[in-house]
């Protein structure tokens, strides 16, 4: 463990992950936040999946080993599309850690929520999509920026998709949900530096994870690993990224590395956002 979280607070939001063949973003995440010294709250509307990353967290590094905290991983079950949602996480992280230094947002819905291109959307899968990924990111970081001021070292790090800048035609409330994250880290950003807050997002590409993959190819009734290759084909490094390749962002931009960074929207796409055609 090199550190570079040791002693701060991170609050995950979607730490637990969909059921699949590789580990997804959020639970990605948070085991590197843990191994980099982070004290972690972990939030799921799906609380076992939460406690599945608190138990993986445990296991990797060992709960009070290395002078480590023995609830060093909270697990909570929020709903962050419920009114009171982002106001509970707080109030977990406050009670369990007394104060929070890094605001992870990786929630996000797509396919499998009922999207579809502008003509074929309904005002249904509309409104729960742009609920669950831009009004509830905004809510908890209305609710979470006051405590981030408190913290020397508050960052908020929101996960967009690159699906916000590049085609994505059949996801168009995804695309406008994404956008919207954009959009937001870049206010939070400006209105927060003055204080220390910097906020920043990351925009992945084609991730092998179970939401990207296999929910995917389950809803276009394709075989996986077949959709698998065809994605890592569109990716001018060959390979779709992993879990891990979005943590690592994820880390960077919230630790002090990124120190003098805020305002960015960071393409983590193997070049994806370089290509034409
Ligand atoms: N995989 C890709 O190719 C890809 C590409 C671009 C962006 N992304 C983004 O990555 C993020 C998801 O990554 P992941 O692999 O961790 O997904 P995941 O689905 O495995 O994990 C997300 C977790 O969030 C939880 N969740 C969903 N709605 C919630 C709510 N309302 N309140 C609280 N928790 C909720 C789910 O239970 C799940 O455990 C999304 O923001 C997605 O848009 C993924």
């Not at 959020?26 to 799906?46: K, Q």
């Not at 290759?229 to 979005?246: C, K, N, T």
Request: with cysteine; charged share 20%.
């Amino acid at each position: 463990m090199t550190g570079r979280l040791a002693g701060r607070v991170a609050v995950v939001v979607g730490a637990g992950q969909t059921p699949g063949a590789n580990i997804g973003n959020g639970r990605a995440t948070a085991i590197t936040f843990a191994r980099e010294g982070a004290s972690l709250v972990l939030v799921d509307r799906d609380v076992g999946r939460a406690e599945d990353t608190a138990a993986a967290i445990a296991d990797e590094i060992g709960s009070g080993s290395a002078g480590r905290d023995a609830r060093a991983a909270v697990a909570v079950g929020v709903d962050i599309t419920d009114d009171d949602g982002p106001d509970r996480l707080v109030a977990v992280a406050l009670e369990a850690f007394g104060r929070i230094d890094v605001l992870h947002n990786n929630v996000g819905v797509g396919v499998g929520a009922g999207d579809g291109p502008p003509h074929h959307l309904s005002d249904d899968a509309y409104d729960r999509i742009m609920d669950v990924n831009l009004r509830s990111m905004w809510r908890t970081c209305r609710a979470a920026v006051p405590v981030l001021r408190d913290s020397e070292h508050g960052a908020i790090v929101n996960v967009s998709s690159l699906a916000a800048v590049a085609s994505a035609g059949n996801l168009t409330a995804y695309k406008l949900s994404k956008a919207g994250v954009n959009a937001l880290t870049q206010n939070l950003a400006l209105t927060n530096a003055k204080y220390g807050v910097r906020a920043n997002a990351i925009m992945p590409g084609f991730v092998d994870t179970p939401m990207g993959v296999d929910s995917a190819a389950e809803q276009l009734g394709v075989d996986r690993d077949e959709y698998a290759d065809r994605r890592a084909r569109m990716v001018p490094l060959g390979r779709q990224g992993s879990a891990w390749d979005v943590a690592n962002a994820a880390l960077f931009l919230a630790s002090d590395d990124a120190a003098w960074i805020t305002g960015v929207v960071l393409p983590v796409d193997g070049g994806q956002s370089s290509k034409l055609g």
